[in-house]
């Protein structure tokens, strides 16, 4: 007996495996593995043409590298994954968008606030300052829920990757990190418009 392997697909972990002598189990397919630097456009028919030289009715065909049939086998697995990741990016780039557009409102709406501020002889970077520290909070405030839903979600797609954690630490603190910049910089626009209005036409706005 040998370790277990996975010959049939890589989803399937724990299929036995066992030597069985050649010339004993009357095997009509023989499988040929070959390493080393060579061109791979030509071994097959440099393997045919060593085979044939010893018997030149042993038939050789199926000819293939490791890498392509890894490729072939992970073809449907990697159709679905690209498809997930489409709609990951779209979602990605919807949820940016929302989150901009939602906090970009609500600092535009206090524009009124912002002016009787100035009036009142607030610093211009007092508060850019207040205003990115209430955004900040509700951008982390928000990613924390966001990650802990994305944490229950991503134990669905465990089934769908092969050496690779659903749970992907690099990944969920790069799309935290890329909604909070966005969050940011959806305080940072609309606070920076706002101050360079008068105070004046800042008291009047409605």
Same mark, same amino acid.
């Given at each position: /007996?040998?370790?277990?392997?996975? =010959?049939?697909?890589?989803?399937?972990?724990?299929?036995?495996?066992?030597?069985?002598?050649?010339?004993? =189990?009357?095997?009509? @397919?023989? =499988?040929?593995?070959?390493?080393?630097?060579?061109?791979?456009?030509?071994?097959?028919?440099?393997?045919?043409?060593?085979?044939?030289?010893?018997?030149?009715?042993?038939?050789?065909?199926?000819? &293939?590298?490791?890498? !392509?049939?890894?490729?072939?086998?992970?073809?449907e697995?990697?159709?679905? /994954?690209?498809?997930?990741?489409?709609?990951? $990016?779209?979602?990605?780039?919807l949820?940016?968008?929302?989150?901009?557009?939602?906090?970009?409102?609500?600092?535009?709406? *206090?524009t009124h &606030?912002?002016g009787?501020? /100035?009036?009142?002889?607030a610093? *211009?970077?007092?508060?850019? @300052? #207040?205003?990115?520290?209430? !955004?900040? @909070? +509700?951008?982390?405030a928000? %990613?924390?829920? !966001?990650?802990?839903? %994305?944490? /229950?979600? %991503?134990?669905? #797609?465990?089934?769908?990757?092969?050496?690779? *954690?659903?749970?992907?630490?690099?990944?969920?603190?790069? $799309?935290?990190?890329?909604? $909070?910049?966005?969050?940011?910089?959806?305080?940072? $626009?609309?606070? *920076?418009?706002? +101050? @360079?209005?008068?105070?004046?036409v800042?008291?009047?706005?409605?």
């Open positions: /007996m040998i370790a277990n392997a996975r =010959t049939e697909s890589l989803a399937d972990a724990n299929v036995p495996q066992i030597y069985l002598n050649l010339y004993q =189990t009357g095997g009509q @397919r023989l =499988t040929v593995f070959l390493r080393g630097h060579l061109d791979t456009a030509a071994i097959a028919d440099e393997v045919r043409e060593q085979i044939q030289a010893v018997d030149p009715t042993l038939p050789v065909f199926g000819g &293939e590298t490791l890498d !392509g049939i890894l490729s072939g086998s992970l073809a697995r990697r159709f679905s /994954m690209e498809l997930v990741a489409l709609f990951a $990016v779209t979602a990605l780039l949820a940016g968008l929302g989150i901009y557009g939602v906090i970009s409102y609500s600092v535009s709406e *206090r &606030e912002i009787i501020r /100035m009036a009142l002889g610093r *211009r970077t007092d508060i850019l @300052r #207040m205003v990115l520290r209430q !955004g900040l @909070r +509700l951008a982390i928000g %990613a924390a829920v !966001g990650l802990i839903f %994305a944490l /229950m979600v %991503a134990q669905l #797609m465990a089934g769908l990757l092969y050496s690779v *954690r659903p749970t992907d630490p690099v990944t969920f603190a790069g $799309v935290a990190l890329l909604l $909070v910049g966005v969050a940011l910089l959806a305080c940072y $626009v609309p606070a *920076r418009r706002a +101050l @360079r209005v008068d105070p004046q800042a008291l009047r706005h409605e």
